[in-house]
């Protein structure tokens, strides 16, 4: 089961990471760079992994959940955060 839930998030980390590549393939409106690669699969490995570990050392079913959520919104404000800089930190390149 704990293997089946790693190769998910590998997988889905491939799955997410081929949006953008296929996209610049068609259109010139995409245009990522080998960094941007590198930190999209930074940031989505890191959010899947502290996930997992989550799920599996909390066993609080409602502990986990918020647990989970924290992790995701912490990601969703750190990706926010490069690609349009809403805080102007030196992160975002402001």
Same mark, same amino acid.
């Given at each position: 089961?704990?293997?089946?839930? @790693?190769?998910? #998030?590998?997988? !889905? #980390? =491939? +799955?997410?990471?081929? #949006?953008?590549?296929? =996209?610049?393939?068609? %259109? /010139? /409106?995409?245009?990522? %760079?080998?960094?941007?690669? $590198? !930190? !999209?699969?930074?940031? @989505?490995?890191?959010?899947?992994? &502290?996930? /997992? ?11 986990? &959940? @918020? !647990?989970? $959520?924290?992790? &995701?919104l &912490?990601f969703? +404000? +750190?990706? $926010? /955060?490069?690609?349009?800089? #809403?805080f102007?930190?030196? @992160? =975002?390149?402001?």
């Amino acid at each position: 089961m704990k293997n089946k839930r @790693l190769k998910f #998030i590998l997988t !889905a #980390i =491939a +799955v997410l990471l081929l #949006i953008p590549f296929l =996209a610049m393939q068609f %259109t /010139e /409106e995409v245009n990522w %760079t080998l960094s941007d690669f $590198i !930190a !999209a699969g930074i940031l @989505l490995l890191g959010t899947g992994l &502290i996930c /997992e570990f989550a799920l599996r050392k909390i066993k609080d079913t409602k502990y986990r &959940i @918020l !647990a989970c $959520i924290i992790v &995701i919104l &912490i990601f969703l +404000v +750190v990706w $926010i /955060e490069l690609a349009v800089g #809403i805080f102007g930190s030196p @992160l =975002a390149g402001s």
